[in-house]
């Protein structure tokens, strides 16, 4: 009785943890993601090209840097109503990419202000690979 007791209460315990550790950090990793899209795409993120794709313009008024900064390592500005938000590399900011529903609805969004269109696994691939390379 004793033993199974104490399984189960390190059971419990192992269970919380990964889920408080869950539900602080989401429920996916940069890398992961990295690795979804680039199966999607069929080929590997390209840190110079996702740089690129960053920094220009796409025909419209704004970049991804517009909101993010150049480079997207501190706190950025929406380009509008200047809000802050949280600098986008992942090894700046703990939370960056870590909840995957979060990531594709950004993308969706911020993709059609500027490209006025869905990126493709490939750019998100690019750009993702291109965040996971900014180190402090
Ligand atoms: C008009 C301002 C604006 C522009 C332009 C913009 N973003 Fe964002 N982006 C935001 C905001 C606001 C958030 C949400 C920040 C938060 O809640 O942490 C965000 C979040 C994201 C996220 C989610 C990050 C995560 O943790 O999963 C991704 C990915 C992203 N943006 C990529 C891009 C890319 C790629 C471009 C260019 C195609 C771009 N953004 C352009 C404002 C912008």
Redesign the pocket.
């Known amino acids: 009785m004793k033993p199974a007791l104490s399984f189960l209460a390190r059971l419990a315990a192992v269970a919380m943890l990964v889920f408080a550790a869950t539900a602080q950090a989401g429920d996916t990793t940069p890398g992961e ?1 990295l690795g979804r899209w680039s199966a999607e795409a069929g080929t590997p993120g390209n840190a110079a090209k996702g740089q690129m ?2 920094n220009r313009r ?1 025909g419209g008024e ?7 900064g150049i480079p997207p390592t501190r706190q ?1 500005e ?3 109503t200047a ?1 802050p ?2 600098p ?1 590399a992942p090894a700046f ?1 703990a ?5 995957a529903a ?2 594709d ?3 969706r ?3 059609k ?3 006025d269109r869905e ?1 493709s696994a490939a ?2 691939a690019d ?2 690979a291109w965040l996971l390379s900014l180190k402090p």
Do not use: P, Y
């Not at 704004?62 to 993010?68: I, V």
């Open positions: 993601q794709f960053f796409h704004w970049s991804c840097a517009s909101c993010h950025g929406h380009a509008s809000k938000i949280a986008l900011n939370r960056a990419f870590t909840d979060k990531s609805k950004w993308f969004r911020n993709c202000d500027v490209l990126c750019e998100k750009v993702l």
